[in-house]
């Protein structure tokens, strides 16, 4: 069982900066995948970028390469989501989430394991 807590929200203006942390409270992220997914008011749950455990590929939303940056800290038990040049279409709740697999998976109900989320608000 794997329980993860995000945190490092917030409301922030255009142009700002957030690193989210997810925390793997019980057990190891070291064997798994970390994905980062987003959900907007109104709108589906989508996968934001997501770093493997085997060779730390990583992979990124096309809207946000370039912006953002995930990484991982296996010794802490956590991964980050560095987001800097935040717009406000970034606005949403972000959530990390781990597969029952060393390698990213592309399909949302491919992850087993999610955290809570944690409200970001980009606006001036």
């Known amino acids: 069982q794997v329980q993860l807590v995000e945190s490092g929200g917030g409301l922030v203006q255009p142009g700002g900066s957030l690193r989210l942390s997810c925390v793997a409270a019980?057990?190891?992220?070291?064997?798994?995948?970390i994905g980062w997914f987003r959900q907007a008011p109104g709108k589906e749950r989508e996968g934001v970028s997501c770093?493997?455990?085997?060779?730390?590929?990583?992979y990124y939303k096309d809207s946000v390469k370039g912006r953002f940056t995930i990484s991982r800290d296996n010794a802490k038990r956590t991964a980050y989501l560095q987001m800097n040049n935040l717009k406000p279409e970034d606005t949403a709740v972000y959530y990390c989430?781990?597969?029952?697999?060393?390698?990213?998976?592309?399909?949302?109900?491919?992850?087993?394991?999610w955290g809570q989320g944690t409200q970001v608000t980009v606006s001036s």
């Open positions: 019980g057990g190891t992220l070291d064997y798994y995948a």
């Open positions: 770093i493997s455990s085997s060779d730390g590929m990583t």
């Open positions: 989430a781990v597969p029952l697999d060393s390698v990213c998976r592309r399909g949302i109900y491919e992850y087993d394991y």
